[in-house]
């Protein structure tokens, strides 16, 4: 049963900085992209950062220059570190991995999100 468990959520002052990760465990024989998602109240949920298995990365507009993803293919992990947070960034975070679990298809995983509150 492959999981994802993110974690490193919390309340920060505007300005802080937070990192998350997020960790996939069971039986699986290959990560291609991971990413990093949200979902505001009232929003729907949007892309934040995205990381190719061979580590080109994309982001989105809003956090450019303020948070960075990366990932450990050693440790099925991968992180995004935020910093310079604003108040609009106060979401549930969400972690996606497209892999292949061994003897089985390919397919998209979600973790269960961690929120992030950024508030004085």
């Known amino acids: 049963q492959v999981q994802l468990v993110e974690s490193g959520g919390g309340l920060v002052q505007p300005g802080g900085s937070l990192k998350l990760s997020c960790a996939a465990s069971?039986?699986?024989?290959?990560?291609?992209?991971m990413g990093w998602y949200r979902q505001a109240p009232g929003k729907q949920r949007e892309p934040v950062a995205v990381?190719?298995?061979?580590?080109?990365?994309n982001y989105a507009d809003s956090v450019k220059d303020r948070f960075t993803i990366s990932r450990d293919n050693a440790k099925n992990t991968m992180y995004l570190q935020m910093n310079s947070l604003k108040p609009e960034d106060t979401a549930v975070y969400y972690c996606?991995?497209?892999?292949?679990?061994?003897?089985?298809?390919?397919?998209?995983?979600w973790g269960q999100g961690t929120q992030v509150t950024v508030s004085s």
């Open positions: 996606n991995a497209n892999l292949r679990p061994v003897l089985s298809i390919r397919s998209d995983y």
């Open positions: 069971g039986s699986i024989d290959r990560i291609y992209t």
């Open positions: 990381i190719m298995s061979g580590g080109t990365t």
